[in-house]
């Protein structure tokens, strides 16, 4: 079993849509929670950090955090092409560096 | 957020050959690190530094070394490059804070081909 998993998808949406992307951990202990957005050929850029339960917003992005069920998603409404992209979910778990989920590819339909 | 520059951006290179890809922050972070990925595939951490003179092997075993003479710069070198080494390299940096919120900040990339 993975330490971060996430669906590989793709996921496809309709534009406008609200995209919902999840992810689980598997240690407890885990701190701080980031999804990155990896264009095809590009770098991971940060969409939003979330340290503690409950959800956290920032523009059209949603973060939620549950740590009892060690799951953490991202919600992206009013969906546009542009958000096409791989969504890597990273989980702190107080090693030398994030534990990275292997993405989950989200395709959206104009 | 982190200004971190990688230089090749693309680099297509003969086996056997000596290449080192170069990587700078200005933001003073103490950690840096250096991943691998392939197309569609995982990221695979294959270094890293929590400072000047400290480098780690990362999960992934690597041909590659690095060093970590300045703060700012963490370069990696391949002594003898293989067509196995054809792979996107990412560098990253983040501030080493304590508690967990250690965001990670990465480099545009470098894109390696070895014929």
């Known amino acids: 079993q993975k330490e971060v998993e996430q669906n590989s998808g793709p996921l496809s949406v309709p534009e406008g849509a609200i995209a919902s992307l999840n992810c689980t951990y598997s240690d407890r202990v885990s701190q701080s929670f980031f999804w990155y957005r990896q264009y095809s050929g590009k770098s991971p850029e940060l969409i939003m950090s979330i340290y503690s339960n409950g959800d956290k917003e920032d523009g059209r992005f949603t973060a939620q955090l549950n740590k009892a069920s060690q799951y953490v998603s991202l919600l992206i409404r009013d969906s546009q092409p542009s958000d096409s992209a791989t969504y890597l979910c990273a989980v702190y778990m107080g090693r030398r560096a994030l534990t990275f989920g292997s993405g989950t590819r989200l395709q959206v339909q104009p | 957020e982190a200004d971190i520059y990688q230089t090749p951006r693309y680099l297509v290179i003969g086996t056997g050959k000596k290449i080192t890809l170069e990587c700078s922050q200005t933001?003073?972070?103490?950690?840096m690190y250096w991943y691998q990925q392939d197309p569609g595939m995982e990221l695979h951490l294959i270094h890293y530094s929590y400072g000047v003179n400290s480098t780690e092997k990362g999960d992934l075993s690597s041909e590659s070394t690095v060093s970590r003479i300045r703060t700012e710069h963490f370069p990696l070198t391949l002594e003898s490059a293989r067509p196995s080494h054809t792979s996107q390299y990412l560098c990253?940096?983040?501030?080493?804070?304590?508690?967990?919120?250690?965001?990670?900040?990465f480099g545009p990339g470098t894109r390696l081909t070895v014929l």
């Open positions: 933001m003073g972070h103490d950690k």
């Open positions: 990253a940096s983040s501030e080493g804070l304590a508690g967990g919120s250690d965001t990670q900040y």
